[in-house]
């Protein structure tokens, strides 16, 4: 017999996804385990005036934070024009790379309708990280 504690990966695994024009984004498979602990360092206290009782929410930011230390590891293609697409710039240069930092990836997030979203259907989708693996273990 075999335990699935054996099968599993130790090291998180990282796939290339496209996401729009020529904007590609590496990501790093996320467990269940790992999102709800995100989800709980996120969380505030905050005081609702209209009942005066102590709420948890979550604090979007730091979300966001944490889900770019641990899930996302970088992009490439992302120009001036395709980020137009997805939130208002001024375009000096349309073919100008936008590089990944964290800082741009937190802009981004915070701005771009369903980017986060996407991002976490991704990391969460256990499917896209198996079929990379069995893509290059047909190739061998």
Partial sequence: MVNIKDLMLEVPKTIVVHYI???????KYLPKSELSK??????KIVWDKRD?????????DAFYKKM??????????L???TLAKLIPIKITDPDIEIEFTPENALILLQNAYDFDMFIQRI???IEKFNAEQFEAEKKI
């Fill in 21 to 27: 024009d020529d904007f590609y984004i590496e990501l």
């Fill in 38 to 43: 995100i989800f709980e360092e996120s969380k």
């Fill in 52 to 60: 005066h009782t102590k709420k948890e929410e979550i604090d979007v």
């Fill in 68 to 77: 770019i230390d641990r899930v996302l590891v970088g992009w490439r293609g």
């Fill in 79 to 81: 120009k001036a024009s």
């Fill in 123 to 125: 990391v969460t989708d």
